[in-house]
């Protein structure tokens, strides 16, 4: 990775010159990597939610809580996030950073209280709120509007390597570490080395040079020029946090939030689905998570360079939407089929996790560049409106689906010990509903008892449960020793969890359902969103705009020296050269 050369002075992390391809490659490697650390350390409690769920003895319905909770301190963290145009975006990356690490690694596992956890989750939460705000604004900085698709693109790789660390890691290391505070601590140690990376090494662009709109790297020195011009004026981007609520930021945001559904359920429910529905084991579970996430961050990456390369955005993200639909249709048909191949699964998975990052990087592409349309000066305040939104409904997505999905709370919290009982006293279960309550009382009572034996044993034969004399006297007394308190938990929770068991499969599509609609909508809510359809029309469109830069460069270059514009390439004057 190339960066620049680290400075004592934490004034000089700002640049006043543009960086060249080589220096920006290094920094959008770095932000994607910070990105990357910081979803890791939020997303590993979905990983090892089970050994959370039991240390503290909470339900699925409270642990979901602790989720609410921390979206909802993150929608107003990434809301004020909004101040990175006035306080500098470098400076809310390394406190994000810093805090992630120590909270992940020490303090969480510290926590012996559902009550302590959450505080300290909704920490973290807000944390992850900051970073969606200002690792994007950098990536937006270093971005050329004619590249923008494939740096937001690389930026959203954050998220889903995030999530695919954490089925790496934990598949790994779960089975030797199944104590949830180990993994807390190999996170917070990760994130406390990028970190470290992050301070030496990332730096962000001066106000007077991020407040310009490029279209090209082409424009380099024309940008650098506008930016000295500027030298020692007040920085503009100092306006309210709520300047840029407005509706053809807001309603767009409110489109990917819909359409992001999907994914918000696939990350926290995932395991939990094919394990309830289908009888995966969690490790196959995750395998099919990995399908998923590598999937998606070649598609982000991929679709990105494809629309950079088109010259458009809307086309792209109207195909990936299409196509997710589609393939979300099918899916969702699938979730009454307990008969589907796992390698069915996976090709659908892939599907999904290809369509999703081809509209993913694509609006995130048209949006940044709506947001430059409207005050260049505001990046931060607008994408701060894109994190808020998204996180906010991401509540919403939650208490939607615990409202949906009733059976899978049941089933979490009742099922594992329902099923662990009913598979060890098995045979035990078959001898107690044949032999009446009533006579097993009076053997249990009365163990060594001939006369209750003999009872218990004759309606066993009535029955026509077959074996010999002996074998109905060792099924008795086996049924006789089940401890009353197991027996009672089943007789009060069987029922429900095998109501949940047959329930369940039809909640799930009923909410695969609600998440194809909120795909559906992506696009027409974003259709105010700037940006052509037609890649004609966006080709001259950026050819019309590079006369108007050719022609800037060379009436800057004659006012510097009055020989030196007649007759000038623009593309060969060293500083308007691609960096």
Known sequence: MSAPTPPLAPSRRRLETYPSTRARAGHFALITLVSTAVFYQVYVQGAVSPAIIADFSISLRTFVLVSIVGNAVGALAAWASGLADRFGRVN????????????????????????????????????????????????????????????????????????????????????????????????????????????????ELSPALREQVMVSARERALVEHRARQRAGETPAGAGTLGSMWRPVIVIPALGIALFLMFYVTRVGFFVLYFVANFGYTPAEANGLATWYWVANVAALVGAGVLSDRLGVRKPVMLVGSLASVVALAVFAQRATSTDTSYTTFVVLLVALAVAGGMTSSTWLAAFTETVERIDPTATARGLAVYGSVVRGFVVITLIGFMSTVTAAGVLVDQGAKVGALSTTYASELKTLAVVKPATMQRLREAPESRAARLAAMRELRAAGVPGTRADRRDAVLAAAKVPPADLEYLARNGPPVQDAAKRGPGEWQRWWWICLIGQLLVVPLSWRLHGRWSIRAAR???????????????????????????????????EATPA
């Open 92 to 203: 809310l990356v390394l406190a994000g950073a810093a805090s992630a690490a120590v909270l992940t690694g020490l303090v969480l596992p510290s926590t012996t209280s559902p009550t302590a956890y959450t505080a300290v989750y909704a920490l973290l939460s807000l944390v992850g709120g900051v970073a969606i705000v200002a690792t994007s604004a950098l990536v937006r900085d270093f971005s050329p509007q004619l590249g923008r698709a494939t740096a937001m693109g690389l930026w959203a790789v954050g998220p889903s390597l995030g999530n695919l660390v954490v089925s790496v890691i934990t598949r790994r290391m779960l089975p030797g570490h199944p104590d949830w505070q180990y993994h807390y601590h190999v996170a917070g140690a990760i994130g406390a080395a990028v970190f470290v990376l992050a301070f030496v090494f990332l730096r």
């Open 540 to 574: 001259e469109d950026a050819a019309a705009h590079q006369r108007l830069v050719d022609d800037e460069l060379r009436a800057l270059l004659a006012a510097d020296d009055p020989g030196a514009g007649r007759g000038t390439d623009p593309d060969r004057a060293p």
